[in-house]
């Protein structure tokens, strides 16, 4: 089975987006197409991009970066699930990815983004340069959510209907991608 890391790049006391991606995590394990590794940057704990060597030579000095490096490796796919800060995306998430070059390429991606109005949707435009950077290959659909901490209760998030339906569809076509796309690593 293809492995699929979701990503928790909020790494806020309090953030909305565990419960988020709490969600996110029940409904592939419902669907059953992936192992799951579920990347919460929080505990992870990266420092800033501490390596003296651009990534793509992989000459890792941290053990952190290294332990980083071999789960990313073994990632066929990945939902980032991020929310706006300022126009962006979360800036421990652009770490997280600076970290790392060669683990990312060809592999796809779907967006979880939340934030006001916006759903994090400009978030998401924003990191569009840098996963094309990193030759990651997105998928048509993310799911977007506005006001995401309504949807929030004693720590549980409850989706919309809309929205599972949306999640459905990132995660059936990561599966299509990540078959079709491993070839070209
Ligand atoms: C530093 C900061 C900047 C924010 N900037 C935006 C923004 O530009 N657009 C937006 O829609 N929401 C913005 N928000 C609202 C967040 O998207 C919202 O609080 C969200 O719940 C944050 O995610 P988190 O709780 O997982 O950290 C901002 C929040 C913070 C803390």
């Known amino acids: 089975m293809p492995r699929l890391m979701i990503v928790v790049a909020s790494v806020r006391p309090g953030r909305v987006g565990l419960p988020i991606a709490e969600w996110v995590l029940g409904e592939v394990e419902k669907r059953g197409d992936f192992e799951i590794d579920f990347a919460d940057l929080a505990e ?17 000095t941290q053990e ?52 006001g109005i916006s759903a994090g949707s400009r978030g998401v435009n924003a990191i569009d340069n840098v996963i094309l950077a990193l030759g990651l290959v997105k998928t048509g659909a993310s799911v ?5 901490g309504k949807q929030v209760q004693d720590g549980r998030f409850a989706s919309e209907e809309r929205q599972a339906t949306i999640l459905a569809g990132v ?9 079709a796309l491993t070839p070209l690593r």
Do not use: C
């Open 44 to 60: 992870i704990g990266l420092p800033f991009m501490d390596e003296p060597n651009h990534p793509w030579l992989r000459q890792y």
């Open 64 to 115: 952190h970066t290294v332990r980083w490096s071999e789960r990313v490796d073994a990632a066929d796919a990945f939902i980032f699930v991020t929310p706006e800060y300022n126009h962006s995306f979360s800036p421990a998430l652009k770490n997280a990815l600076d970290f790392l070059s060669q683990e990312w390429w060809r592999k796809p991606v779907g967006f979880v983004s939340y934030g």
């Open 144 to 148: 977007e959510i506005p006001f995401a």
């Open 171 to 179: 995660i059936a076509e990561l599966l299509t991608l990540a078959v």
